[in-house]
């Protein structure tokens, strides 16, 4: 990927934001495998950051993207510079960010009859 922001150091320290509003997204991205998990989950995958820079919560906000659906966002600390990076690398006429992701669950107890999964990313 020259040019494109990614990630590949196998830390997947950040846990994506507001997850619980894109569970069916995240379902969908491991299968649509929505009967209860017996054992835990965990998927690794490629996920699309893309800046948003209208967003009316957060000017530096960063959508996550797995399978072309939206999952979450990048957490705000990370997010305001990794925002201008992609940014930057857009103007250049570069493609955008990406890095590895991992859906992990279930992260909590379960909620509407199924667990709820996590995306934590390597940034």
């Not at 507001?18 to 997204?25: E, L």
């Not at 993207?65 to 979450?72: C, E, K, L, M, N």
Request: hydrophobic fraction near 40%.
């Amino acid at each position: 990927m020259d040019g494109a922001l990614s990630g590949s150091t196998g830390a997947f320290r950040y846990r994506a934001a507001g997850t619980d509003h894109y569970q069916d997204a995240i379902w969908t991205a491991v299968d649509g495998a929505k009967s209860e998990l017996k054992r835990s989950l965990r998927v690794r995958t490629l996920a699309m950051l893309v800046p948003e820079p209208r967003n009316p919560h957060d000017p530096n906000a960063v959508a996550v993207f797995i399978d072309g659906r939206h999952v979450g966002y990048v957490p705000r600390d990370p997010a305001a510079a990794l925002s201008r990076r992609i940014r930057a690398l857009g103007a250049a006429g570069r493609l955008t960010g990406a890095c590895e992701a991992s859906i992990v669950g279930p992260a909590a107890v379960p909620t509407a009859g199924r667990p709820t999964l996590a995306v934590y990313l390597d940034l």
